[in-house]
């Protein structure tokens, strides 16, 4: 099934040499490039390598203290044994992780650099790095006994509460718990007892998941273009041809989900399951719904807004094989599965995917590194795709599909170039967005204003001297925000909090201005502007709480509210199926980054905005402001659409010699003292560069060291030093080769320092 059994660096018995003690290889959490040895328990007998201790996990001593810890290998030490610890305890009777997945956690721990102990912490769900049983039961469930039957139907309807409890009980099918026969009487729980003592009904754990019944969905009649995709993938599977990449993208709109479904449903009625990623923003209560809803079985779900015992949970059901579907965000990756058979990733182009702290892997690229160990189909969706995947399908990597209609028979929206040069702005909103917006209410449509900045005014100036309300931490202005009570300045990198001040500290002068809007101030100026509507606002802030963002997205649906003002937050995935007009306000910034990804996150971001327009019978218009508007990169975008704009946008990358044709790793330095931090650079380049003139590798360039972006975040001073090449095995074998002068250096004591493989941001 897998090729994991013949990976290389996963430590497995050698050949039996008698005069060397066995030992246990544990991933141990810390700077470690390698397992670390541990000594069996005394009272274990070893003659021969215990395999089915790989994959358990053990308490072992370590630094004073103990710690929960994987056991990755069982292998014949070469060093004094009287050294080795043994360990405290074996927590698990048999292995929690199989060696196929223990193979793909160490392929993310040598492709991403990282110690394997660091890729566990990401793996695993906390309440299992704590050392709880794997095992999770769930609140007790009764079910008859062969007695009870006979007993139950002669009790008499004189006691109408017993008598129901007891008709529920001989209907049921399975079952029943706590919330369904509280459902039929108050005091189940004084007949339950009875029952039980006179061993009519049985007490059992039920599973830690709560089926939530979820009403049915019909299916729609897919398209021919839908079922041309879900064929594609029939016939592939049919010809049990293993591994496969899709990528399907599909215009906004178009049905994609659809398509997931039943391409979900086909590795069902195979008894396999299906792992679906989806973004953080994109798991929303009305997905879940859908799939629970059109597929009629449980389904698990993992997102970060889940508690530890229900991650926990569906981890383990779906590991167990007792609920066939996962849809989960970023970590979900790593779940274990019995029987996988799909994998699906939405949004693939989604910057989501890619974990900004600890190990820096991407799921979407290491989805596709599991289907291939795997052996199974992997579909990667959107209307945007990324131009990896774009690329990947140019070389024949990925098999194309396409939806180029929107379901359903709504047609795709117009998009416009608004120049506002020189024309009159009102917090943002110039005349002819305002006029167009005028129209559309008046047609009893709705209206969604994007803009991706929160808060009330990004700037608070002086007008005496021209002070700004800096973060005194970092290299950024502080964000007035408005505040249930009053306004308050906010750092959007550090989260550091002040009052605003009264006058002027630099100079006293009273005058202090706000420049630019943000989110609360559009709210405020559209609820002036147009008295008759009502305004919603979506964002970070409006939707901390939880269940927020369901009521809030409820609204908008319902168009309690006409006039939707968002982030990006507001911008993926919903549908709104009375916007008719989307107005696109500052996205200029995007066009003069120093990131060369800006352009295509812009490109992707305004297409998934414009996609909330019109997706029902009414046609959809996009107006977008600009001061830019001949911008050759803007013009293509709107005149010759997304794929145009990505076809010029590869070839540019391929001359500059950039991803994705080219790979670059980027290693990100920071300390109180700046000099710490590029004398740390400096030194990491100065030995790379010797290891290149040696031989290693004449195909590897630099950039830097320089400043970040943001020279100074949270305190700290920012450099970095980007490696590139056009050949990943030479720059990965390079960096191996340098970490352990790393880790040991005294240098790297003093400063913070990561390495980012296939970096996606520069901040
Ligand atoms: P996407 O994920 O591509 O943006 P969705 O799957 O959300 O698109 O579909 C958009 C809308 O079209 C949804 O309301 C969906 O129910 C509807 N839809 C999808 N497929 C069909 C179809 N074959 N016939 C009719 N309506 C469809
Ligand atoms: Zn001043
Ligand atoms: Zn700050």
């Not at 246990?24 to 541990?38: H, I």
Request: aromatic content about 6%; hydrophobic content about 40%.
């Amino acid at each position: 099934m897998t090729n994991a059994e013949s990976h290389p660096s996963l430590p497995m018995p050698s050949v039996a040499d008698a005069s060397l003690p066995w030992v246990l290889k544990v991933a141990v959490k810390g700077p470690f490039l390698e397992p670390l040895d541990y000594a069996f328990p005394e009272d274990v007998e070893l003659k021969q390598p215990d395999k089915a201790w790989v994959g358990c996990r053990v308490e072992v001593p370590f630094r004073q203290k103990t710690q929960v810890a994987l056991v990755v290998g069982v292998a014949q030490s070469e060093y004094d044994t009287h050294k080795i610890k043994p360990i405290v305890r074996k927590i698990d009777s048999e292995p929690i992780v199989s060696v196929a997945d223990l193979a793909l956690w160490q392929w993310v721990s040598d492709y991403y650099q990282s110690p394997l102990g660091e890729v566990i912490q990401a793996a695993l769900p906390k309440r299992l790095r704590a050392g709880e049983p794997v095992l999770l039961e769930g609140e007790l469930q009764w079910t008859l006994s062969s007695e009870g039957k006979l007993a139950l139907a002669q009790i008499s309807r004189k006691t109408p509460a017993q008598h129901a409890l007891a008709q529920a009980f001989l209907q049921a099918a399975s079952a029943l718990g706590r919330m369904e026969c509280q459902a039929i009487t108050g005091s189940w729980r004084k007949w339950l007892t009875q029952w039980q003592a006179s061993g009519w009904v049985l007490a059992e754990a039920g599973p830690c998941w709560q089926q939530v019944p979820c009403s049915p969905r019909p299916a729609h009649r897919l398209n021919s273009q839908q079922s041309a995709a879900v064929n594609a993938l029939d016939e592939h599977v049919k010809a049990e041809a293993g591994f496969v990449a899709f990528l399907l993208q599909g215009i906004t709109g178009s049905g994609k989900t659809e398509v997931y479904l039943a391409m979900t449903e086909l590795a069902l009625q195979q008894h396999k399951q299906v792992l679906i990623l989806v973004p953080e923003i994109g798991l929303t209560p009305q997905m879940i719904d859908r799939f629970s809803g059109y597929l009629q079985r449980p389904i698990a779900v993992l997102h970060s807004g889940m508690n530890d015992r229900e991650r926990h949970c569906a981890w383990q059901a779906v590991r167990s094989g007792q609920i066939s579907v996962l849809l989960g965000t970023r970590s979900a990756i790593f779940t274990p599965f019995a029987n996988l058979g799909l994998c699906i990733i939405d949004e693939e182009h989604d910057t989501s995917y890619k974990q900004q702290d600890g190990v820096r892997y991407s799921a979407r690229d290491l989805l596709v590194r599991r289907a291939k160990q795997w052996q199974v189909p992997v579909i990667l969706g959107s209307a945007t795709p990324s131009l990896e995947s774009l690329w990947n399908v140019q070389q024949q990597r990925y098999r194309l599909l396409r939806l180029a209609v929107r379901a359903g028979g709504a047609q795709l929206p117009k998009l416009r170039l608004i120049d506002i040069r020189g024309e009159k702005i009102q917090q943002g909103v110039g005349v002819k967005l305002k006029q167009a917006m005028q129209q559309h209410l008046q047609a009893g449509n709705q209206v969604l204003l994007f803009l991706n900045r929160r808060g009330f005014a990004p700037v608070l100036m002086c007008h005496g001297c021209g002070w700004q309300a800096q973060c005194p931490s970092c290299e950024a202005n502080m964000t007035l925000h408005q505040g249930p009570k009053h306004h308050y300045l906010l750092c959007h990198h550090c989260a550091e909090q002040m009052a605003v001040p009264k006058i002027c500290p630099q100079c006293g002068s009273h005058e202090l201005h706000t420049l630019g809007q943000g989110t609360e101030r559009l709210e405020e100026a559209m609820q002036q502007a147009f008295p008759a509507y009502q305004v919603l606002r979506i964002d970070r802030d409006s939707t901390r709480l939880k269940g927020q963002m369901a009521e809030l997205t409820r609204q908008a649906q319902e168009g309690e509210a006409q006039i939707l003002i968002g982030t990006q937050m507001l911008a993926k995935g919903h549908h709104f199926p009375k916007v008719t007009l989307v107005g696109i306000l500052e996205i200029d910034q995007g066009l003069f980054s120093c990131d060369y990804r800006a352009t295509e996150r812009m490109a992707q971001l305004i297409l998934q905005v414009a996609g909330r327009a019109g997706r029902e019978a009414e046609q959809g218009e996009v107006l977008l402001q600009t001061h830019h508007p001949h911008h050759p990169l803007l013009v293509r975008l709107v005149e010759q659409g997304y794929e145009a704009f990505a076809q010029e946008a590869v070839i540019e990358r391929q001359k500059a010699q950039l991803p994705p044709m080219h790979y670059q790793c980027l290693v990100r330095c920071e300390a109180y003292d700046a000099e710490d931090a590029k004398v740390f650079l400096h030194a990491l380049k100065a030995g790379l560069v010797q290891q290149a003139q040696a031989g290693m590798a004449n195909d590897l360039s630099f950039w830097g060291p320089v400043s970040a972006p943001m020279l100074r975040r949270q305190g700290r001073y920012r450099y970095q030093l980007m490696l590139s090449s056009s050949n990943r095995a030479q720059l990965h074998k390079h960096l191996q080769q340098m970490l352990p002068h790393i880790y040991q250096s005294p240098l790297a004591r003093k400063v913070r320092w990561s390495l980012d493989v296939d970096p996606q941001e520069m901040f």
